[in-house]
């Protein structure tokens, strides 16, 4: 089902509008956040409620002094709401405007009615700490008034988790905006989640036909990425149309997406539980021992992991004690390659293995010199044979930042013609993308389906073409060497140690980063000594690192314009020039 992104506009602006109307005197702007998302959430589950809340309310007066504990009748069908979640209060968000003299009493009973773990959503909300403000403002019952109004229709069955998860992620980005609020929190166009999906399942679409799957994101935002993927595996008018059980898991540290994410699993009838709580690099939230069979992120890039890296603590040398992290560390100001790290810690060892598809920026493929965190994580990642695809996304693909972007695909069950190798594909091309006719944000062009099919033909096609390039693992490492010159002294002799070596000058030293596929002497030979005869370096002190450089393999030389040309057009400026010249003296 493909989603009409235009048709929920009319939605997005009725709720902007909402704000602008009941909030505009009393929040600022970039607090809207505050109470629209959490009423779009009680308001959602409400009409869920609404056709069996004498039924619930019937089976718990009957029920609540004879046992201790209500959940299975309160859920159940034949006795209860038929969902996994209920409320046992007598109100309804309609049924609260019937009495607006005790309305914050009764607004309060309502929310306290609720199960416990619509109970865990009110509270990562901090919704109830706008009850007060909302009350004394004296806005409160025209704000329920406004989300029980007919002209918006927030029914799961007119607007979907899709199509909702969409809305929540625009008015996030609405928000975000006021409160210019840019690095690591970007949230990802639906376009790029299919191309995601085309990437992750359709390599194995013969081995996923039947069978139980774990799809997981440690930075699951609204859940986007977990609803899309699911449904593409078995959607049974779609390109895979399995058979099989598909199990959604996901971790958010921001309070708000994560309560929001966990109130649309309960009501897509995913198990909520599934979906964890707190930062997943210092606090996973899941049982450690679960792998998963697909991962699917887009991680937070250019924002600190300093917290984490405090709570984590630190064993010998500063090494971080988890063994998910043992390979290394990045940068303590971005921690998008330590998400890499604990996917990678999360891949199952079996026959299909797990595959893998993160959205990263330019940081991920060259930041760290040979021997630094992130270097000696790719060099782990690379060198392990888990890197199948490098995707560089057009620019200007995202609501906030309009920085370059690539999507990896990792896996550990890399088919027989692609191991050893890596496939770059650059889609930074007009060919594949197209200009919006209104910019959303910083969002200025988008894919199509055609786009997207383009794309993943080459990815599977694996063949080398403008777009496409293959290279060996070995291609992206290097030999990084110090270069040594001698010490001198006044006369311009050469100053020796206590063993009769050259001292080396520290004032002189440099670095040379030579291919992994090239002899390191012979390099040296070729490139060093004819210009510095005295030089010379020390194998062991000689580190290996890795770098993509997405430019060097897409490199197109455009021939400098013919000297008459460039003669010729020197020459026009400066007939213009002197007639101006003319003018300006004759006046």
């Known amino acids: 089902m493909s989603l009409n992104t235009q048709s929920l506009q009319p939605i997005i602006n009725f709720l902007w509008t909402v704000a602008d109307d009941v909030l505009v005197n009393t929040y600022q702007k970039g607090k809207y956040k505050d109470v629209i998302l959490p009423m779009i959430v009680i308001r959602r589950l409400d009409v869920l409620l609404e056709p069996t809340k004498d039924q619930v309310l019937k089976t718990f007066d009957h029920y609540k002094?004879?046992?201790?504990?209500?959940?299975?009748?309160?859920?159940?069908?034949?006795?209860?709401?038929?969902?996994?979640?209920?409320?046992?209060?007598?109100?309804?968000?309609k049924k609260l405007l019937q009495d607006p003299k005790n309305l914050r009493s009764n607004f309060e009973n309502y929310l306290n009615g609720f199960s416990d773990n619509v109970q865990d959503i009110i509270k990562q909300f901090k919704f109830r700490n706008e009850i007060e403000t909302l009350y004394e403002a004296e806005i409160l019952f025209s704000l329920i008034e406004k989300f029980c109004s007919p002209k918006i229709e927030l029914h799961p069955d007119k607007?979907?988790?899709?199509?909702?998860?969409?809305?929540?992620?625009?008015?996030?980005?609405?928000?975000?905006?006021?409160?210019?609020?840019?690095?690591?929190?970007?949230?990802?166009?639906?376009?790029?989640?299919?191309?995601?999906?085309?990437?992750?399942?359709l390599p194995v679409k013969k081995k996923i036909q039947e069978g139980t799957f774990l799809v997981y994101d440690p930075c699951v935002g609204s859940g986007g990425m977990l609803t899309i993927a699911k449904q593409f595996i078995l959607n049974p008018e779609g390109l895979i149309r399995?058979?099989?059980?598909?199990?959604?898991?996901?971790?958010?540290?921001?309070?708000?997406?994560?309560?929001?994410?966990?109130?649309?699993?309960?009501?897509?009838?995913?198990?909520?539980?599934?979906?964890?709580?707190?930062?997943?690099?210092?606090?996973?939230?899941?049982?450690?021992?679960?792998?998963?069979?697909?991962?699917?992120?887009?991680?937070?890039?250019?924002?600190?992991?300093?917290?984490?890296k405090k709570a984590l603590g630190v064993g010998p040398k500063g090494a971080i004690i988890d063994k998910r992290f043992k390979?290394?560390?990045?940068?303590?100001?971005?921690?998008?390659?330590?998400?890499?790290?604990?996917?990678?810690?999360?891949?199952?060892?079996?026959?299909?293995?797990?595959?893998?598809?993160?959205?990263?920026n330019g940081s991920a493929l060259f930041t760290g010199d040979a021997g630094q965190g992130e270097s000696e994580i790719r060099k782990h990642i690379i060198q392990n044979d888990l890197v199948e695809a490098i995707i560089a996304l057009p620019?200007?693909?995202?609501?906030?930042?309009?920085?370059?972007?690539?999507?990896?695909?990792?896996?550990?069950?890399?088919?027989?013609?692609?191991?050893g190798k890596i496939q770059l594909i650059n889609a930074n091309s007009e060919k594949f993308y197209s200009k919006m006719r209104r910019p959303l944000g910083k969002k200025r062009v988008e894919f199509s389906s055609e786009h997207i099919n383009e794309i993943n033909k080459m990815f599977l096609a694996f063949e080398?073409?403008?777009?496409?390039?293959?290279?060996?693992?070995?291609?992206?490492?290097?030999?990084?060497?110090?270069?040594?010159?001698?010490?001198?002294?006044?006369?311009?002799?050469?100053?020796?140690?206590?063993?009769?070596?050259?001292?080396?000058d520290n004032k002189r030293k440099d670095i040379?980063?030579?291919?992994?596929?090239?002899?390191?002497?012979?390099?040296?030979?070729?490139?060093?000594?004819?210009?510095?005869?005295?030089?010379?370096?020390?194998?062991?002190?000689?580190?290996?690192?890795?770098?993509?450089?997405?430019?060097?393999?897409?490199?197109?030389h455009k021939p400098p314009r013919a000297l008459t040309e460039i003669a010729k057009d020197i020459f026009a400026i400066e007939q213009e020039t002197e007639g101006l010249l003319k003018e300006i003296i004759e006046v």
């Open 65 to 93: 002094d004879k046992l201790q504990n209500l959940e299975s009748l309160l859920t159940s069908i034949k006795h209860g709401s038929g969902l996994a979640f209920y409320n046992t209060s007598q109100f309804t968000l």
């Open 159 to 201: 607007l979907p988790p899709l199509a909702m998860g969409y809305v929540y992620e625009d008015l996030v980005r609405r928000f975000n905006e006021e409160n210019n609020e840019e690095a690591g929190e970007h949230f990802t166009p639906r376009e790029i989640i299919d191309l995601m999906t085309h990437l992750v399942f």
């Open 242 to 308: 399995s058979k099989a059980t598909v199990h959604l898991y996901g971790q958010e540290s921001t309070p708000f997406i994560y309560a929001t994410c966990k109130s649309d699993m309960l009501i897509k009838g995913e198990d909520p539980d599934k979906i964890a709580y707190g930062s997943t690099l210092s606090q996973y939230g899941l049982d450690n021992e679960l792998k998963f069979d697909f991962m699917l992120t887009n991680p937070p890039y250019g924002k600190t992991w300093a917290p984490d």
């Open 327 to 360: 390979v290394g560390q990045s940068r303590v100001t971005d921690g998008q390659l330590m998400f890499v790290l604990h996917m990678l810690s999360k891949m199952k060892d079996t026959k299909l293995g797990s595959r893998i598809a993160s959205i990263h």
């Open 395 to 419: 620019n200007d693909m995202f609501y906030n930042t309009g920085i370059p972007t690539y999507i990896f695909v990792f896996t550990n069950r890399k088919d027989a013609h692609r191991r």
């Open 464 to 504: 080398e073409n403008e777009f496409s390039k293959i290279r060996d693992n070995d291609d992206f490492g290097f030999n990084q060497i110090t270069v040594h010159r001698p010490e001198r002294d006044g006369k311009g002799d050469i100053i020796s140690d206590n063993m009769g070596n050259p001292k080396s």
């Open 512 to 556: 040379e980063n030579i291919p992994l596929i090239e002899d390191i002497q012979e390099f040296f030979d070729r490139e060093v000594l004819p210009f510095t005869p005295d030089a010379w370096w020390d194998k062991k002190e000689t580190k290996v690192g890795y770098e993509i450089n997405f430019a060097k393999y897409f490199y197109n």
